[in-house]
Antibody, heavy 121, light 107 residues
Framework: QLQLQESGPGLVKPSETLSLTCTVS??????????WGWIRQPPGKGLEWIGS???????YYDPSLMSRVTISVDTSKNQFSLKLNSVTAADTAVYYC?????????????WGQGTLVTVSS | AIRMTQSPSSLSASTGDRVTITCRAS??????LAWYQQKPGKAPKLLIY???TLQSGVPSRFSGSGSGTDFTLTISSLQSGDFATYYC?????????FGQGTKLEIK
């Protein structure tokens, strides 16, 4: 059964870079036509799609974050990563990684359990 | 970006009730719509994709319908485990946007 697990610092200072990794187990990140995505949820608020990447490196990003975000894939480690630079308090959220379907669409299942990242000095 | 608007934002219902949640897209998305259930402190769980296809393992009391701009999620007979927040998501075009959520509470 495919499982995803987010990891990274839980506290990031303002203006610094948020870096998270999603480790995939129970399946290969480079199989078939899946997209792998990052979604976040500010405390008490709704879900926000950040971006998605294919194992070939083809990526989609939310335009509102595009200037600050990079998503990359490391097939040798079966991981994909998120970097968000110049963070502010508005970037405080639970960050989820998730997989899209084999069709190459962009709904998500399964999801990781999520990791809370707080931006504060 | 396509705006997804859910109604109502919150809903009180009782076990056994039939409940319908609506999701409206700001432009046509054909059937590129998914529904998720989220319980407090947990990751969202996919219920439905392609507007009406039930994800494997999801109980048949959940159903989805609609196409174009108007969609509904129906729970035919509420069970205790169904009290949660529900989100729709369009994946017709990037950015792939979510509705604001509908919180389903026990009456």
């Amino acid at each position: 059964q495919l499982q995803l697990q987010e990891s990274g610092p839980g506290l990031v200072k303002p203006s610094e870079t948020l870096s998270l990794t999603c480790t995939v187990s129970g399946g290969s990140i480079s199989s078939s036509t899946y997209y792998w995505g990052w979604i976040r949820q500010p405390p008490g608020k709704g879900l926000e799609w950040i971006g998605s990447i294919h194992e070939t490196g083809s990526a989609y990003y939310d335009p509102s974050l595009m200037s600050r975000v990079t998503i990359s894939v490391d097939t040798s480690k079966n991981q994909f990563s998120l970097k968000l630079n110049s963070v502010t308090a508005a970037d405080t959220a639970v960050y989820y990684c998730a997989r899209g379907p084999v069709t190459g669409d962009h709904w998500f299942d399964p999801w990781g359990q999520g990791t809370l990242v707080t931006v504060s000095s | 970006a396509i705006r997804m608007t859910q109604s109502p934002s919150s809903l009180s219902a009782s076990t056994g009730d039939r409940v319908t949640i609506t999701c409206r897209a700001s432009q046509r998305i054909t059937s590129y719509l998914a529904w998720y259930q989220q319980k407090p402190g947990k990751a969202p769980k996919l219920l439905i994709y392609s507007a009406s296809t039930l994800q494997s393992g999801v109980p048949s009391r959940f159903s989805g319908s609609g196409s174009g701009t108007d969609f509904t999620l129906t729970i035919s007979s509420l069970q205790s485990g169904d009290f949660a927040t529900y989100y729709c998501q369009q994946y017709f075009t990037s950015p792939f946007t979510f509705g604001q959520g509908t919180k389903l509470e026990i009456k």
